[in-house]
């Protein structure tokens, strides 16, 4: 029976157990930025939305811009994490966890954004008072709990063996080590109930994945807007949802290497592995633009053509094509070159991912509604400062999130790599064994 | 029984009853998020507003949350039970988890 060692990997509990000078400079900084944020929506709320770059025509700006760029980078976990669990691949263990943080937090703060854009948030109780069902918006709100609530569960439930580990070690938070662990003795009969709740949750969290992201696109797909009603606007923004994911995640992964020095866990060849299934959502991410935007041309519709040369040569041209360069280009010329597919090559396309489907999101929201289909006056978008500290704070959230949680939980999976050196290298032979031709089959044909 | 022991009990039970109201809440959850659901049915209902969409909706919806609900409670009573037999069958290799 396999029991995972509590004295083992102690360089995973490190940053649990110790605080270096660079943790509290990095969590005042974010903490800092989160202050000048929350003092931006005080004012907010005291002088309604007349604060914010938002007007008529244009009454969607950076907060939804911000809501569907972070509801998509919560791919990462629990998609990346369960797709790799699915499929046994065994490289995945040092990484799931991260990705499965990640999902959590973006998450909470992706779902509050639009709270921050009704401007009086205590209008979200009509949400429950009056709320209509078959509306798109109501589909979000409740295709988003029901992904927090699973991909929480999906976070929690692999946790509960380290959560013991930490418990029996017996250094800090006992309380809260034995009230999350759940009786955790790793008895096999435990881990049968966790191995079979594991399977089920990685199998169910996969459909609801790809469904919040497929709803949030059809808050734009289901109106009748000129560069929004599309058919492939729901596959389109999951596969640019998991694009992003991946890119945040990689960007994670990198910082705590180096920070925790965790280049013995994660190392080049998990970084190798990711980054093809990263080259392989550029190659996909353009395929779908190109489809998308391709059909809008060849139709020639005249609305349809204001918005798309809007992008191409109008006011928003340099967004979109510096798009097509953050998240086409370069991830092509740093991925696809052997060279060049090390750590920084993948941070440094890693970051292009994240700016470039930060301005998709953009290019989406903005220019469908700067030229409206009614004939009213048009005006031109530009957020205020209030929005762009809302977006510096969310980003400070995520660090203080993440920080947070390296605090209190391993960011690596403990017992997952301690079961991998055990079991794992035995098991796949034995697997790779059943995938290979008998070799009586051979003698038969002979 | 030493007070070290009896403080250890205490303490134990302390946890144990917070371990239960936490699946409480999520059953609690369940229940408010089922309630608020049948309620927008029913203002569909009464303004002749699409209440088949409202009820398809709720089809999906409810499993997904009843699911998440349901494997907590699973994970956190059979993790008490597997606690008590320690010596029961053995555990699973990787490739017969899968096949489960």
């Known amino acids: 029976m396999f029991k995972p060692d509590p004295f083992k990997d102690d360089t995973l509990f490190e940053p649990i157990e110790k605080t270096g000078r660079a943790f509290w400079l990095i969590f005042g900084v974010s903490f ?115 992904y927090f609530a699973a991909s929480t569960v999906y976070l929690f439930l692999p946790l509960i063996p380290d959560i013991a580990l930490l418990r029996d070690r017996k250094k800090k938070f006992h309380w809260l080590y034995s009230f999350l662990s759940w009786g955790w003795k790793g008895t096999p009969a435990q881990w049968k109930v966790l191995n079979r709740a594991i399977n089920i949750m990685m199998i169910a969290v996969i459909p609801i994945a790809v469904s919040v992201h497929t709803v949030i696109s059809y808050i734009f797909a289901m109106t009748l807007q000129p560069g929004w009603h599309s058919t492939i606007f729901g596959p389109y923004f999951v596969v640019g949802a998991i694009f992003s994911g991946i890119a945040a995640l990689f960007i994670v992964m990198i910082a705590f290497r180096k920070a925790f020095h965790l280049e013995g866990y994660l190392k080049e060849i998990h970084f190798q592995q990711l980054s093809k299934l990263l080259l392989a959502m550029s190659v996909l991410w353009f395929y779908f633009t190109f489809c998308e935007y391709l059909t809008g041309t060849y139709g020639g519709e005249p609305r349809e053509m204001t918005t798309i040369m809007y992008k191409f040569s109008g006011p928003y041209a340099p967004f979109f094509w510096t798009m097509v360069i953050f998240n086409f280009v370069i991830p092509m010329v ?10 920084p090559g993948i941070l440094i396309a890693s970051i292009a991912v994240v700016i470039g489907m930060w301005l998709e999101r953009l290019i989406i929201v903005v220019p469908t509604l700067e030229n409206p289909a009614l004939p009213v006056m048009r005006s031109i978008y ?47 032979s034995e697997r790779i064994e059943t995938y290979l031709p008998d070799a009586e089959a051979q003698h038969v044909r002979d | ?38 309620h927008l049915v029913n203002v569909a209902r009464e303004l002749h507003d699409a209440l088949t969409a409202s009820i398809g909706l709720s089809l999906i919806v409810l499993p997904a949350y009843s699911l998440v609900a349901a494997i907590l409670t699973f994970v956190f009573f059979g993790l008490r039970r597997g606690a008590r037999s320690e010596n029961d069958e053995p555990g699973e290799s990787e490739g017969e988890r899968h096949d489960s």
């Open chain 1, 382 to 428: 530009i957020p205020s400062m209030t929005e762009i500290a809302l977006l510096a704070a969310a980003v400070a959230v995520f660090v203080m999130g993440f920080l947070g949680f390296s605090k209190l939980f391993p960011l690596i999976s403990v017992w997952e790599c301690q079961e991998g050196r055990a079991l794992s290298v035995s098991e796949t």
């Open chain 1, 334 to 343: 740093f991925l696809s070159n052997r060279k060049l597919r090390k750590v």
């Open chain 2, 1 to 38: 029984m030493s007070a070290t022991d009896r403080h250890s009990d205490a303490y134990l039970k302390l946890i144990f009853l917070a371990q239960i109201a936490s699946i409480t809440m999520m059953w609690m959850f369940l229940v408010s998020v089922v309630l608020w659901i049948l």
């Open chain 1, 32 to 146: 800092a930025v989160f202050v000048v944020g929350l003092g931006y929506y005080v004012q907010q709320l005291r002088n309604g939305l007349g604060v914010t770059g938002m007007m008529q025509p244009v009454t969607w700006g950076f907060y939804i811009i911000n809501f569907v760029f972070f509801i998509g980078i919560s791919h990462a976990g629990t998609l990346i994490s369960a797709i790799l669990r699915l499929t046994q691949a065994e490289w995945r263990r040092p990484i799931t966890r991260m990705a499965e943080v990640i999902t959590a937090i973006v998450l909470a703060i992706g779902g509050l954004h639009p709270i921050i854009d009704l401007g009086r948030p205590d209008r979200v109780l009509n949400v429950f008072r009056a709320g209509r069902l078959q509306s798109p918006l109501l589909w979000d709100v409740t295709c988003i709990t029901a």
